[in-house]
Nanobody
Framework: QVQLVESGGGLVQAGGSLRLSCAAS????????MGWFRQAPGKEREFVAA????????AYTDSVAGRFTISRDNAKNTVYLQMNTLKPEDTAVYYC????????????????WGQGTQVTVSS
């Protein structure tokens, strides 16, 4: 069983930055693709970013490309989401997710999820 624990959320003003972390345990981390998703009130959970096990491949949704950066430290079994130039529309609960090997943008292809961390961006 894979356990995922997110941290780093909080309240920030528009234009500010936050870094989310997700600590993983329970399987070989370097063989695990990781994704970040978010869910705003009343909306479906949506893809934000993903990274392959090696860290060589990444993917972003268009609305965060150029502002957010996903990275990982396999020695620490941790994946990060650096969020810059935050906007009020980035307000959501952010979840990290894990799946074997291959990056996916599809939330239904991730069997393992963290509990989420709240990000609130004030205008």
């Amino acid at each position: 069983q894979v356990q995922l624990v997110e941290s780093g959320g909080g309240l920030v003003q528009a234009g500010g930055s936050l870094r989310l972390s997700c600590a993983a345990s329970g399987r070989t981390f370097s063989n695990t693709a990781m994704g970040w998703f978010r869910q705003a009130p009343g909306k479906e959970r949506e893809f934000v970013a993903a990274i392959s096990g090696s860290g060589k491949s990444t993917a972003y949704t268009d609305s965060v490309a150029g502002r957010f950066t996903i990275s990982r430290d396999n020695a620490k079994n941790t994946v990060y989401l650096q969020m810059n130039t935050l906007k009020p529309e980035d307000t959501a609960v952010y979840y990290c997710a894990a799946r074997a090997f291959v990056v996916s943008l599809n939330k239904y292809e991730y069997p393992h999820w963290g509990q989420g961390t709240q990000v609130t961006v004030s205008s």
